[in-house]
């Protein structure tokens, strides 16, 4: 392996989970919870993303981090509250693009990194001219459910090694991400 490959390869940081929240039907407020359950193919019970396996939005995280930086290039002073930027769960402590092409634990649950978490039109007109922009790079990443369980607030987040995967299901998946990556 290769110098870079093993700079890739290594995550030695955890993360923490900072916030959660659902949205029960799209374009209305987010719940802020104090835990949630993962269900596998499903995603969080409570939010309204569609179910299903193939569904690669079934879970959206931002770097806790980012919202002081979204804020920023906002003009705003204070960091921008995680339910303002319509995300489930913000993480602190970890980089979460060094998630990409990786399963990783959060409580009791396995995710899988989908892709990134693109801002969209209806956060500029939530949040006013600019936001499109203050977000790009920092909208976070997708993932979906592999294991279900339950996430709480200050859950750990940590890259998990797996060495079989048993469900063909995942293996498309991955192939997915990596071709979405080329």
Not at 56 to 68: F, S
Not at 166 to 175: E, G, K, L, V, Y
């Amino acid at each position: 392996m290769n110098p870079l490959q093993e700079l890739l390869a290594d995550v030695p940081q955890s993360g923490r989970v900072r916030w959660i929240g659902v949205r029960p039907k799209a374009r209305e407020a987010m719940l802020e919870v104090e835990a949630v359950e993962a269900r596998r193919e499903a995603g969080l019970t409570g939010d309204h993303s569609r179910p299903g396996p193939r569904n690669a939005r079934q879970v959206t995280l931002i770097q806790w981090e980012h919202l002081a930086v979204v804020a920023a290039l906002l003009g705003r002073d204070t960091p921008l509250p995680p339910d303002e930027l319509r995300r489930n769960i913000a993480v602190a402590g970890i980089n979460l693009f060094s998630l990409k092409g990786r399963y990783f634990r959060i409580g009791q649950a396995l995710l899988q990194t989908t892709g990134w978490c693109q801002p969209c039109a209806r956060l500029e007109e939530r949040l006013g001219r600019g936001t499109f922009q203050a977000m790009r790079g920092h909208g976070g990443i997708t993932a979906r459910v592999i294991e279900g369980g339950i996430i709480r607030l200050d859950d750990s987040v940590q890259v998990e090694i797996l060495d079989n995967l048993s469900d063909p299901q995942d293996n498309d998946a991955r192939q997915g991400w990596r071709a979405r990556l080329e």
